[in-house]
């Protein structure tokens, strides 16, 4: 059979011809058009600069790839799905610009070993009868889907025994994941989906979902018309549309998507406030994986000229979901990761999510951080160890698949050049303004975030992973933020024992803000984010060494800020400290001390290394330039892992190390003790550290191993201040109210390095010294600030608090606050009234220029109350709304005169369905308009219903409702009812009492009126 026909028996005609108009497959192409001739000419070259780079970096890691290869073998090793380079390697192959000087492999080379690898994979897969890998749902089909595209784009290359292979692994995999039905593949040991019920306790099974759906992909693309096809159609479709299951959003919407309505589906799989867990905590490389593997299958459709079902460009529930992503998104156009300890700076692996959400999906913003993440990619990759793609973290089988999936996603490129023209990223303001927002995802999930566009902060409560993060201008490459890392907090393993979030949202409050209080057994603290970028951190003094910043130094030239140091300056002078040559992993300490004549000396933990504690590769003991005297002498310690006990760390081999046992990790005083057997007189010792090194620790030395006398400490600072400020590295300003010093050790910064002590810290994305406004509250439980304008204030206790807070303020011009206050000679009086552990954000409302005495009390932002001062004689006062104009008012002696303005909105806004989460989400019905435009406070946007359309308003919890209205634009009203429920599942018809979600059914025809407005209060 020639060429033409095996691709006419696979596609039909219509998908042969799609295929040869694609462009994708240039050896099937030039195939098909020349009976089966062997090679065919490619494209004429990278369709756009992004996709140019992602071939740069695919041509230079093909050094790390050649590197792999098994000459004995003959190919590239199964080790880690290591052969899954041949994707790489194929698109290289096949697109000209090949440059054999920066692969270091000649073209020839390259096609001889990938040719070989793909012949011999193609025959040892177990479904073509082989014995080394395949069928597997976890994670062979994950490889399986790269391999086969591999296969296909240098098909023309191929043997006929090693194409009928691949149709084989193409058509038999779909058929063995078919017959399992639902139930689990028996060789992915706990990997399952839990059928298409779900979870998402700790484990979502988006990711699990996701494979089932993936390996059915290249048999619908590449074998549409084989029998079996309907039934791997109907498991693909049910897999993909439950991938991102919630009931309560999923009964809400009727919406059809290859043709079964998405109220069908039966999966849990998220979180109620649409986040993804796995490995028991929220991990966005995770919620990722509904594009990354939305963008695998793509390819093997759109490379066989089939078109895309429909799940793929409307996916349940999945812009909601890109929501939070944007939330949480850096400069580097990757997510920030506060709760995850190996998936940080996975470059190469995560391009492909954007590419598919940009190039398939045509997303602007998507192709805005698609964009950052390239520019990031060739620095990157340069860095140690060169040639790479996913460096810092990570497992060995994500380098071929971050090859494969950059391979991937230049295609997903090329193919939209050809369909539609490229897609014009969004500019960073505009990204910034879209990705803008604050979520509360809820006590189980632990994350309070708020992305303002100069700064990323959160409040995390996780079990493990506690603290108050802060990232301005979301720079991925400033503080370290990921797993077990302190940030503010010292450490976080510390027991939350109540937590208090607020948020505040600029459709109601008129700005984005929140609060997060969290009470310990050792006291309180609190973290308050302000649409500024700024925030206020403050604590009772919950342990000592308070208010951690640990600081990326690296030499990545190309990334903004990793230039080699970091300067830190305070009032006292500054200090730069060079960046380390390499992410060795390790770290050497040689401290040097009076000489001293001891028979035992040790290492005596103070602070551990927050994910595995202590480990040493070598302890030496020297007098001068003498010999070590450690081999001499006994090692023991605190305790050990098997096989890494303390005798490693003194038996003169490199290779071999002390750690820590499991369960001590967290421990801060373990130790290492080395017994010189007799008195013996030394000066230095030198600690060569594994990647475990400890943050904290004191040399000692004892003449018994029972008193033991400090002689050296780790870290010396290398800056220390008692002013009260520190600009880091000219990328972050900290105003700092504490009995302790500033401290920089290291790339460590700690804003009160010494015993528990209060502790007050406003954190600026600016460089240089901030202005200090010092509050005064008359309550020590009270904390406040004045910051960027803002009035934070924060009750530290356990108790309710009231009383007056001192606002110092330039004579002239008042700021004033919701709630009431009176001017002073030096300011204002601001009166407060605090439920226990309650933070609060108060925007200045309005600007008056009055004498002392005046009393303002404001309402909200369109009203304040003013009442002269005792006199007989009227007073002039100027009123001015925040962002409005002045207006001058006269106040009548001892009267109280209330100040209007009607053109202000009056937030905050008692309308609790306001900004919330609305359902249907998209994809949305036939006829139907997004009902979010019903809660968006704007009145020139409507939701307009479609056919008998029904919405739901999420309030975020269950709520006493006492009213819900409808304001419907001019026209015929439809006829409409209200449904509330508590669970999102069972609906009654109500509009007061108890609920969490409010739906509006209407019998809407064409030509009825739009919704405008749906309020729900309390």
């Known amino acids: 059979m020639g060429e033409l026909n095996r691709r006419k028996a696979l596609l039909g005609a219509g998908g042969a011809a799609a295929l040869l108009a694609s462009g994708l497959l240039p050896g099937v192409a030039a195939a098909a058009t020349n009976g089966g001739a062997a090679s065919g000419t490619a494209p004429s070259g990278p369709p756009d600069a992004v996709a140019a780079t992602y071939l740069r970096v695919l041509l230079r890691h093909t050094r790390w790839a050649e590197q792999q290869f098994d000459a004995a073998a003959g190919i590239y090793p199964a080790k880690d799905f290591t052969f899954a380079v041949v994707l790489g390697n194929a698109l290289l192959l096949t697109r000209p610009g090949y440059d054999a000087e920066v692969a270091g492999v000649s073209q020839e080379t390259l096609k001889g070993h990938t040719l070989a690898t793909i012949k011999h994979f193609a025959a040892s897969n177990l479904l073509t009868g082989g014995t080394e890998w395949g069928r597997k749902l976890f994670f062979d089909t994950t490889f399986q889907s790269y391999f086969l595209l591999a296969a296909r784009l240098l098909w023309t290359d191929l043997d006929d025994a090693t194409r009928r292979n691949v149709e084989r692994i193409t058509t038999e995999q779909a058929a063995y994941t078919a017959a399992l039905g639902t139930q689990d593949d028996p060789t992915s040991g ?244 879209h990705a803008a927002g604050v979520a509360d995802f809820g006590a189980a999930p632990g994350l309070l975030a708020h992305r303002s566009p100069a700064a990323w902060a959160a409040t995390v409560t996780k079990p493990g992973f506690v603290k108050f993060a802060w990232q301005p201008h979301h720079d991925d490459w400033l503080f370290v933020l990921g797993g077990a890392n302190p940030m503010l907090l010292p450490a976080t393993n510390i027991a939350v024992k109540e937590r208090h979030a607020t948020t505040y949202a600029e459709v109601r409050d008129g700005f984005d803000g929140t609060v997060g209080v969290l009470r310990f057994d050792a006291g309180y603290a609190a973290l308050a984010t302000l649409p500024t970028g700024a925030a206020v951190y403050a604590s009772t003094g919950v342990a000592e060494s308070e208010g951690v910043l640990n600081v990326y130094n690296l030499t990545m030239p190309g990334v903004p800020g990793l230039d080699g140091d970091r300067t830190y300056t305070a009032a006292e002078g500054k200090v730069t400290l060079e960046a380390q040559a390499a992410p060795t992993g390790a770290r050497t300490d040689d401290l040097t001390f009076a000489p001293v004549t001891a028979r035992h000396v040790r290492m005596l933990g103070v602070q551990p290394d927050p994910q595995y504690g202590y480990s040493i590769w070598a302890l030496e003991v020297r007098d001068g330039d003498g010999p070590d005297l450690a081999p001499a002498g006994t090692a023991t310690a605190s305790s050990a892992a098997p096989g890494k006990e303390a005798k490693y760390a003194n038996d003169g081999n490199a290779a071999t190390r002390w750690a820590v046992s499991t369960s001590d990790r967290p421990r801060a005083d373990s130790w290492l003790a080395i017994d010189l057997g007799a008195p013996q007189t030394f000066d230095h010792v030198k600690l060569s550290w594994e990647a475990a090194a400890g943050r904290k620790y004191r040399v000692e030395t004892s003449p018994d191993g029972m008193t033991w006398t400090p002689v050296a400490s780790y870290p010396v600072p290398a800056l220390s201040s008692t002013k009260g400020w520190l600009d880091i590295d000219g990328r972050a300003g900290i105003l700092v109210d504490s009995p302790n010093p500033i401290t920089v050790t290291g790339d460590r910064v700690t804003l009160s390095d010494g015993p528990a002590a209060p502790l007050l810290a406003e954190l600026y994305p600016a460089p240089g010294r901030p202005a200090r406004t010092r509050v005064t509250t008359g309550a020590a439980a009270v904390r406040a600030t004045v910051t960027d304008g803002f009035l934070v204030l924060l009750n530290l206790s356990g108790t309710a608090a009231n009383g007056t807070a001192a606002l110092p303020q330039d004579g002239g011009a008042y700021r004033v606050y919701r709630g009431e206050q009176t001017v002073t000679r030096t300011g204002t009086d601001v009166s407060y009234a605090l439920a226990a552990a309650e933070g609060r954000i108060e925007p200045p409302r309005f600007t008056v220029r009055g004498p002392a005495g005046l009393k303002a009390v404001v309402r909200d932002a369109s009203r304040v109350d003013l009442t002269a001062p005792s006199g007989f004689l009227p007073v002039l006062v100027t009123v001015t709304p925040d962002g409005g104009r002045p207006r001058p008012v006269v106040l ?127």
């Open 892 to 1018: 009548p002696p001892r009267r109280t005169v209330p100040v209007v303005f009607g053109d202000v909105r009056p937030y905050p806004l008692a309308d609790l369905a306001l900004g919330r989460t609305t359902f249907p989400a998209e994809p949305l019905p036939p006829g139907m308009s997004s009902p979010a435009a019903a809660v968006d406070d704007d009145p020139a946007t409507a939701w307009r219903p479609g056919p008998d359309g029904r919405m739901v308003v999420d309030l975020g919890a269950v709520t006493a409702v006492s009213a819900v209205e409808l304001a419907w634009t001019p026209g015929r009203r439809p006829k409409a009812s209200i449904e509330t429920s508590v669970d999102g599942r069972t609906y009654q018809a109500a509009s007061t009492g108890p609920a969490r979600y409010v739906a509006v059914r209407t019998a809407w025809r064409s030509g009825d009126a739009s919704l405008t407005r749906v309020s729900v209060r309390t």
């Open 190 to 433: 706990d990997w399952t989906p839990n059928g298409l019920k779900g979870g998402f306790v700790g484990d979502t099974k988006l990711e699990e979902m996701g494979v089932y759906a993936q390996s059915l992909a290249p048999a619908l693309a590449w074998a549409p018309n084989d029998p079996r096809a309907p039934a791997w159609r109907d498991a693909f479709g049910a897999w993909s549309r439950n991938e991102t299951g919630l009931p309560a959003a999923d009964l809400a919407n009727p919406r059809l998507v290859d043709g079964r309505p998405i109220s069908a589906n039966t999966a849990t799989n998220l979180y109620d406030t649409f986040l993804v867990e796995n490995h028991g905590s929220f991990g966005p490389h995770y919620q990722e994986e509904l594009w990354r593997t939305s963008g695998r299958n793509s390819m093997h459709f759109l490379a066989a000229g089939a078109p895309l079902p429909e799940v793929l460009t409307a996916q349940p529930n999945g812009e909601l979901l890109w929501r939070t992503m944007l939330l949480m998104t850096s400069d580097a156009g990757e997510p920030l990761m506060p709760m995850v300890a190996d998936r940080e700076h996975l470059y190469g692996r995560d391009v492909i999510p954007l590419a598919f959400r940009a190039q398939v999906l045509g997303d602007r913003h998507a192709a805005r951080a698609e964009a950052d993440l390239a520019a990031r990619l060739e620095p990157y990759q340069a860095y140690a160890p060169a040639d790479r793609i996913t460096k810092f973290s990570g497992e060995p089988k994500y380098e071929p698949e971050a090859r494969a999936e950059l391979a991937i996603s230049y295609l997903l490129h090329e193919w939209r050049a050809q369909h539609g023209g490229p897609v014009k990223p969004a500019t960073e303001t505009e990204f910034d303004t």
